[in-house]
Nanobody, 121 residues
């Protein structure tokens, strides 16, 4: 089971850190991805990290602003979001995939409930 939290309201240019906590199973063989869905839009890939934490993938829209990391001892993945823009407003979901960390949501078998990030201009 995954739980995403840390969302909230922030002004443009501000920062937030999201967390994705796993329970019920060991996390260290699962890649984790963050996806987001804005109102009226399809879910889109944001960033992913491999099960070891050594490899990452970023969507071009968030590269150099967002940073993903993980602490397997705590079964938690973090998404540090800096220089936030109004277009980053969305519900953010974390998802886990066994030995994968791709950009397609179809690779991920386990999903958290989502946390809302609102960036005001």
């Amino acid at each position: 089971q995954l739980q995403a939290f840390g969302g909230g309201l922030v002004q443009a240019g501000g920062s937030l850190r999201l967390s994705c906590a796993a329970s019920g199973r060991s996390f260290n063989t699962y890649g984790v991805g963050w996806f987001r869905q804005a109102p009226g839009k399809e879910r889109e890939f944001v960033v992913a990290i491999s099960w070891t934490g050594r490899s990452t993938r970023y969507a071009d829209s968030v590269k150099d602003r967002f940073t993903i990391s993980r602490d397997n001892a705590k079964n938690t993945v973090y998404l540090q979001m800096n220089s936030l823009k109004p277009e980053d407003t969305a519900v953010y979901y974390c998802a886990a995939a066994k030995l994968e960390y791709g950009s397609s949501p179809y690779e991920y078998a386990y999903w958290g409930q989502g946390t809302l990030v609102t960036v005001s201009s």
